[in-house]
T-cell receptor, first 115, second 113 residues
Framework: EPEVTQTPSHQVTQMGQEVILRCVPI?????FYWYRQILGQKVEFLVS????????KSEIFDDQFSVERPDGSNFTLKIRSTKLEDSAMYFC?????????????FGPGTRLTVL | DQQVKQNSPSLSVQEGRISILNCDYT??????FLWYKKYPAEGPTFLIS?????DKNEDGRFTVFLNKSAKHLSLHIVPSQPGDSAVYFC????????????FGPGTSLSVIP
């Protein structure tokens, strides 16, 4: 069974610090996504990425956020200056084809705690 | 602004019976719908999807029904198994923003052995 992996599983940071959340999507997948879930709230789409560029992004994904696929295997989410309200579970996902044409696989998530 | 609603926060069903999870949406631009399952401390798992050109899609024990006029969809699980106990999220997107999936708040399903 293919799997998406995410590191670290838990990241604690001080407000204002930069964090990078890492994801290794399934190796032959082409579409990549980040979602977040604030404790007790619903899952929210952040961004989708294809062909080395952002396909779509939500209103949450402001200038503090960026994504990168630096080496063809990792897919990272950077938050430049973390705020308390960025504390959440962050999930990475990947698909082989466009959403709806192929099964989407999620990673186990990174719990980000901003103090 | 809840564009995707799951009005039952929880549901309990006996093993072997049918589980029916409901979802309503308000945005008439939505034309693609997905169901995900999530266990505690794990990422979501995609279950099944349906596009607005269909009114039913089936995959094994899971069937999704779409009623466009009522802006309502439901997920049927038959027969329910204890391993199906999880939180189920309904989600929707539109052709104009295909990846921008809007999730509902989830329904926690407990299947009692």
């Amino acid at each position: 069974e293919p799997e998406v992996t995410q590191t670290p599983s838990h990241q604690v940071t001080q407000m204002g610090q930069e964090v990078i959340l890492r994801c290794v999507p399934i190796s032959n997948h082409l579409y990549f996504y980040w979602y977040r879930q604030i404790l007790g709230q619903k899952v929210e789409f952040l961004v989708s990425f294809y062909n080395n560029e952002i396909s779509e992004k939500s209103e949450i994904f402001d200038d503090q956020f960026s994504v990168e696929r630096p080496d063809g295997s990792n897919f990272t989410l950077k938050i430049r200056s973390t705020k308390l309200e960025d504390s959440a579970m962050y999930f990475c996902a990947s698909t082989g084809g466009r959403l709806g044409t192929d099964t989407q696989y999620f990673g186990p998530g990174t719990r980000l705690t901003v103090l | 602004d809840q564009q995707v609603k799951q009005n039952s926060p929880s549901l309990s069903v006996q093993e072997g019976r049918i589980s029916i999870l409901n979802c309503d949406y308000t945005n008439s631009m939505f034309d693609y719908f997905l169901w995900y399952k999530k266990y505690p401390a794990e990422g979501p798992t995609f279950l099944i999807s349906i596009s607005s050109i269909k009114d039913k899609n089936e995959d094994g024990r899971f069937t999704v029904f779409l009623n466009k006029s009522a802006k309502h969809l439901s997920l049927h699980i038959v027969p329910s198994q204890p391993g199906d106990s999880a939180v189920y999220f309904c989600a929707a997107s539109s052709k104009t923003s295909y990846d921008k999936v809007i999730f509902g708040p989830g329904t926690s399903l407990s299947v009692i052995p």
